[in-house]
C-alpha cells in the first residue's frame, strides 16, 4: 500500500508548493510514465500473457510451474493496474484546474491494487526460492516436504498475507467530494469513514505494508538464495570426489537443479534491483511524513515514485526473456506456439 498522506489539500495545490522546479517534475513524470513506462508495460502485457499460455500447455506436473504461472498472473495484474496510474497521472492533470484529485482517485483505485500485486508477486518468488531451497538442502526429503496441494496453499496464504494492501485502505475509506476550508474549494477524492482511528489504523497498516512486508521479502529473497549457493557448491565439490557409474546420474540431476536455481536466482535479484527504490522511498515515507502526499517535500517523493514505477514496469516485463533463456521445455513450446500461428497467418493470406 502506497504511503499517501491524503488529508491535507488536494494534489493540485501541492504542486503549487513545490521544492523542486515544476520542469524537472514533468520531464521525469513524462519520461518515467508516460512515454517509457507505457511501452514497457504494454509490452510486459503482451509477455505475461504468453506466459500465462506457455505455462497451461506445459501442465502442472511440475509443482515449480504452478508457482511461475501464479507470478505471470500477478505480474499481469500489477502491470494493468500500473498503466491505469500511467495514463491518469501527467503533468496536465496534475497542475489542471479541476474538481478531482488525480492522485487521490489514482490511489484508491491503481495504486493500492498495484501494490498488492506487486507485493504478492514478490513473495511469491520468495516462496519459489524457499520451495528451491529445500529441494537443495533436502534433496531426499522435498518431495514428501513440497507438493502441488502445499504449494498452492503457500500461494492462497500469502494472497492473505498481502491483503491488507487493498483491504485496509478500501475499507477504511471511499471517494467523494470533500471541503478544504483552508483554500475555500471543494474536490473529489479521498474521503475517510468517521469510525476510522486514522493515527493507529493506518500507522500500523503502513508499517506493515510498506516497511515490514517490502524488506521481508528482501531479507528472504537473500537469505534462500544466499543458502542455495552454499549448498550448491557444497555438493558440487562432494560429487567430485564421487566415483563410479552413479557419477553420471547425478550429475544429470544436478545440471537440472542447476538450471532451475539459477532461473530463481536471476528472477530474485531482477526482484532486488527493481524494488529496493521502492522499498526505500516507502522507508522514508513510513517515517518521515513530510515526503506524502500533501507534505511539503512531496514533489521530491514524487521523482522518486516516478522513477519506481517505471523500474517495477521492468520487473513484471522481463520474466519471459529468463523462462526463455533457462528453460528449454519453455522455449520449445513458445517456439511451436509462434510457429504455428505464423503458418496460420501465412495460409490465410495465400489463401
Known amino acids: 500500500m502506497t504511503h499517501l498522506n491524503t488529508n491535507r489539500s ?3 495545490v501541492n504542486f503549487l508548493l513545490r521544492t523542486i522546479p515544476g520542469e524537472v517534475s514533468d520531464i521525469f513524470t513524462i519520461l518515467c510514465l508516460n512515454t517509457v513506462g507505457e511501452i514497457i508495460g504494454l509490452f510486459g502485457i503482451v509477455a505475461n500473457i504468453i506466459n500465462i499460455l506457455i ?15 501464479a507470478l505471470a498472473v500477478t505480474d499481469l495484474g500489477a502491470l494493468l493496474t500500473l498503466q491505469m496510474t500511467n495514463i491518469l497521472v501527467n503533468p496536465w492533470s496534475l497542475t489542471a484546474s479541476q474538481d478531482y484529485s488525480p492522485l487521490e482517485v489514482v490511489a484508491l483505485l491503481s495504486f493500492y ?12 518468488t520468495a516462496f519459489a526460492a524457499f520451495e528451491r531451497c529445500l ?38 475509506s471511499y471517494l467523494d467530494w470533500k471541503v478544504v476550508p483552508m483554500f475555500n474549494i471543494s474536490y473529489f477524492g479521498i474521503v475517510y469513514r468517521e469510525d476510522v482511528r486514522r493515527d493507529f489504523d493506518f500507522s500500523f497498516a503502513y508499517f506493515y505494508t510498506d516497511f515490514f512486508l517490502p524488506n521481508l521479502t528482501l531479507f528472504l529473497l537473500i537469505t ?9 557448491t557444497a555438493h558440487a565439490s562432494w560429487r567430485r570426489e564421487v566415483a563410479g557409474k552413479r557419477e553420471s546420474l547425478s550429475n544429470q540431476i544436478s545440471r537440472k537443479e542447476q538450471k532451475i536455481v539459477q532461473m530463481l536466482t536471476k528472477l530474485s535479484l531482477i526482484f532486488i534491483v527493481c524494488l529496493i527504490p521502492q522499498s526505500a522511498i516507502l ?11 500533501g507534505g511539503p517535500y512531496f514533489d521530491v517523493a514524487w521523482l522518486c515514485y516516478c522513477v519506481s514505477f517505471l523500474l517495477e514496469s521492468v520487473h513484471s516485463s522481463v520474466n519471459i526473456f529468463v523462462f526463455y533463456r533457462m528453460s528449454s521445455r519453455y522455449r520449445n513450446i513458445f517456439q511451436m506456439l509462434f510457429s504455428s500461428h505464423s503458418s496460420i497467418c501465412i495460409k490465410r493470406v495465400t489463401v
Open 10 to 12: 488536494t494534489v493540485n
Open 55 to 69: 505455462f497451461l500447455k506445459q501442465g502442472f506436473r511440475e509443482s515449480i510451474n504452478i508457482t511461475f504461472m
Open 113 to 124: 491494487p498495484h501494490n498488492y500485486f506487486l507485493r504478492v508477486s514478490g513473495l511469491i
Open 135 to 172: 529441494g537443495v538442502v533436502f534433496p531426499l526429503k522435498v518431495k514428501y516436504i513440497v507438493n502441488r496441494k502445499r504449494i498452492l496453499m503457500g500461494i492462497f496464504c500469502i494472497c492473505i498475507i498481502a491483503s491488507p494492501n487493498v483491504f485496509i485502505p478500501f475499507y477504511c
Open 224 to 232: 534462500n538464495n544466499f543458502i542455495m549457493a552454499v549448498q550448491l
Open 283 to 293: 522507508t522514508a515515507v513510513t517515517f518521515v511524513k513530510e515526503f506524502g502526499l
